[in-house]
């Protein structure tokens, strides 16, 4: 079977599991249209008592320390804006679907830190480098294992006992999933969302998050989900399956030209951020 075959046949199968995030996809489609103006997107959001209630509390987190308590949409449209808010709904609708998955293989919780912790991550390192959309890449870090999870809920017994061989054989699980599969989580992650019509750099970013200077478009993005998934992997910030802190790729972090001058204080606000945002699991 092709790696294209074998990775359509697995999204095929788990169309139960995971769907396009529906009120993102509507927010997209609002944005793309002229006529919306700021109310229309406020009166979509609102529309899921759940995500606005989400929303809400990442407007009053330490990710943004705005004065004053945010209590209406309009208020944390006005203040996050418009289309850093739809980014912000994608992540929410994504933590969300994830909380709800059950399994006896590995730990939901412990993937869904591990996922915020990269996106913390990724958020606080565009923050450093004065990247304009923060919260695109705070997507990029929360969806770039989304793969591996289709893997643990589609094949539970193959990922049971690839992770007791990654465990006792100190064999990166990537590897071994790709020995079984003859597919990477990161391929099926990134044509999972390039079927859903989401942004390119996410689809990137989800495919290279291992090898991000191999992105055509995205590199600087994806070194820095690679950089943010290292990081939650050495501090630790939950867990994906993996027992090892992954090789860091040297020229993706090159790339970032972060001095060792700024990294106490990198890790400081990424441990606040974190602690904060982690509410938004409960």
Not at 22 to 30: E, G, Q, R, S
Not at 33 to 45: E, H, K, M, N
Not at 109 to 130: M, N, T
Request: aromatic share 8%.
């Amino acid at each position: 079977m092709s790696n294209s075959l074998a990775v359509q046949t697995l999204l095929d199968e788990t169309q139960y599991l995971v769907s396009p995030p529906k009120v993102y996809m509507k927010l997209k489609a609002a944005l793309e249209d002229p006529s919306t103006d700021f109310g229309d997107l406020a009166q979509l959001i609102s529309t899921d008592v759940s995500i606005a209630a989400r929303l809400l509390k990442v407007a009053n987190s330490a990710m943004f320390n705005f004065p004053g308590q945010v209590n209406s949409i309009d208020r944390a449209l006005s203040l996050i804006g418009t289309q850093q808010t739809v980014d912000l709904i994608l992540a929410t609708e994504v933590l969300k679907s994830i909380s709800g998955i059950k399994s006896d293989i590995f730990s939901v919780e412990e993937f869904s830190k591990h996922s915020l912790g990269c996106a913390i991550s990724a958020r606080v390192l565009a923050q450093y480098k004065g990247e304009h959309d923060i919260e695109a890449h705070f997507v990029n870090g929360l969806l770039h294992d989304t793969g591996r999870l289709l893997l643990f809920v589609k094949y539970p017994d193959a990922q049971k006992a690839l992770l007791e061989t990654n465990k006792n054989e100190s064999a990166p699980l990537r590897a071994l999933e790709t020995q079984q599969y003859g597919i990477s989580h990161e391929e099926i992650g990134a044509a999972l969302f390039r079927s859903w019509g989401l942004p390119e750099a996410l689809v990137e970013c989800t495919a290279y998050h291992h090898t991000p200077m191999s992105s055509e478009h995205h590199s600087f993005s994806a070194a820095i989900v690679h950089v943010a998934d290292w990081i939650t992997h050495a501090i630790p910030m939950g867990g994906n399956g993996e027992n090892f802190v992954p090789a860091l790729d040297e020229s993706a972090w090159l790339s970032l030209g972060i001095p060792e001058s700024s990294l106490e204080m990198i890790m400081t606000e990424i441990n606040k951020q974190y602690n904060s945002a982690l509410s938004l699991l409960l």
